[in-house]
């Protein structure tokens, strides 16, 4: 096997929908991380608990109820339990490659680096889709001011075809006038 070829453990589109969306940033959970891991939730817990110093908040947090209904209306197929002793940890990009360093399995290492694929692939996909929405809207304003512009040439075409009002009568000059007859 070449050194460019990648071994994939687990299909990207079982990562891809095993990534939320809380508090503002993409995390995935200890369940789904632990059985991507081949290893118990309560494991990967304890491992996490036994290293907190490595897990600041901005790595891992604890998902309140609304959080963990949320995570379940983003992904209705997700079997997760609402009878665990414990609210879910949520793990970051960073809390999960921070995981990798506290689980040393050979899996642990393969799915980490897979799941650090994704969330590159996310990021630059994010990128190109910036790119075009700026685009896009860079030709929304060229297409409202051409709109604007043939507005403008309509209306004066229109009063240039409408046909010419009579003349009206000619004025009585008001005030002195030599006798010119």
């Known amino acids: 096997m ?13 990562l ?4 939320y969306f809380i ?10 991380l632990a059985e991507l891991y081949g290893v118990e939730t309560r ?14 908040e901005d790595f891992m947090f604890e998902l ?5 209904t949320a995570v379940k209306e983003q992904n209705e197929a997700s079997e997760q339990s609402n009878h665990a002793k414990y609210a879910p940890f949520a793990f970051s990009e960073h809390g999960v490659l921070m995981l990798s360093s ?3 399995s050979e899996r642990a290492i393969k799915v ?11 990021k630059e996909m994010v990128l190109t889709h ?41 004025k009585k000059r008001i005030g002195f006038r030599p006798n010119d007859d």
């Open 64 to 68: 309140t109820k609304e959080e963990q």
């Open 43 to 56: 494991i990967l817990k304890q491992a996490v608990r036994r290293n907190i110093g490595r897990f600041p």
């Open 130 to 170: 910036k790119d075009i929405l700026l685009k896009l809207e860079q030709l929304e304003k060229k297409v409202v001011q051409h709109d604007e512009n043939m507005q403008m040439i309509f209306t004066a075409l229109k009063q240039l075809l409408q046909e010419p009002k009579p003349p009206k009568e000619p």
């Open 2 to 14: 070449s050194k460019g070829q990648k071994i994939s453990v687990v299909p990207d589109e079982v």
């Open 112 to 122: 980490n680096i897979q799941i650090m694929r994704i969330y590159t692939k996310l």
């Open 23 to 32: 508090r503002g940033q993409k995390i995935m959970l200890d369940t789904d």
């Open 16 to 19: 891809i929908n095993k990534i």
């Open 102 to 104: 506290v689980l040393n």
